[in-house]
């Protein structure tokens, strides 16, 4: 079983669209939980950030984890074409020290809006 | 915002040569690590380096790899005999602690190409 699952579509939607992005996991031991957006060419850059379990939200953006079912996801509220990029989810564990910044990422979901 | 800067974006080296990738980290933070991205394929961790010293390693991150911080700004990954195989998107990334409040902010990459 791969650390980390995620479909990586692609996923066309229109825009305006609700889009649903999830991963899931089997090390019980990731505590830190992350999106990441990535255009072509280029770094990751973080979208949304979550530390265990619950909701985070940020504009259009939210971001949900379920640790008793290893289960995150991402929602995407009026998707737009700007949001068309890969979608990577990634997590870490609490070992202290530099093993917060040791990523583990999903494959990435290729996200398309069209106008 | 600051950003993590890498150089240079493109490089293209022969098998069997030395490269050297470099990383200007954000100024005030203080754990650096570096990633690959295979094409097509997930973002995966290398090495991790706090206090001038390497804190973990993946099994990838063998004795071909090497890191150093030369200087306060400078964070560099030496490839010693290129392999065809090392071709990849290289990602540096820096946080400010490796603890939850910090999340890890990318460079844009360079493209190692080996022919």
């Known amino acids: 079983q791969k650390e980390v699952e995620q479909d990586p579509g692609p996923l066309s939607v229109p825009e305006g669209a609700i889009v649903s992005l999830n991963c899931t996991y089997s090390n019980s031991a990731f505590q830190y939980f992350m999106w990441y957006r990535q255009y072509s060419r280029k770094g990751p850059e973080l979208l949304m950030y979550?530390?265990?379990?619950g909701n985070k939200e940020d504009g259009r953006f939210t971001a949900q984890v379920d640790k008793s079912s290893k289960y995150i996801s991402l929602f995407i509220r009026d998707s737009q074409p700007s949001d068309s990029a890969t979608y990577l989810c990634?997590?870490?564990?609490?070992?202290?020290?530099?093993?917060?910044?040791?990523?583990?990422f999903g494959q990435g979901t290729i996200l398309t809006v069209h106008p | 915002e600051p950003e993590v800067t890498q150089t240079p974006s493109h490089q293209v080296t022969q098998m069997g040569q030395e490269v050297i990738l470099r990383c200007v980290p954000i100024?005030?933070?203080?754990?650096f690590y570096w990633y690959r991205q295979i094409l097509g394929q997930k973002v995966e961790f290398l090495v991790s380096?706090?206090?001038?010293?390497?804190?973990?390693k993946s099994e990838i991150f063998d004795d071909q790899f090497s890191v150093e911080r030369p200087d306060g700004s400078n964070f560099t990954l030496k490839i010693r005999s290129t392999k065809l195989e090392d071709s990849a998107m290289y990602f540096c990334?820096?946080?400010?602690?490796?603890?939850?409040?910090?999340?890890?902010?990318f460079g844009n990459g360079t493209r190692l190409t080996v022919t």
């Open positions: 380096f706090y206090n001038n010293e390497i804190s973990e």
């Open positions: 990334a820096s946080t400010t602690e490796g603890r939850n409040n910090s999340p890890l902010h």
């Open positions: 100024s005030n933070h203080l754990y």
């Open positions: 979550t530390y265990s379990s």
């Open positions: 990634a997590m870490s564990s609490n070992a202290g020290g530099t093993s917060y910044g040791k990523l583990t």
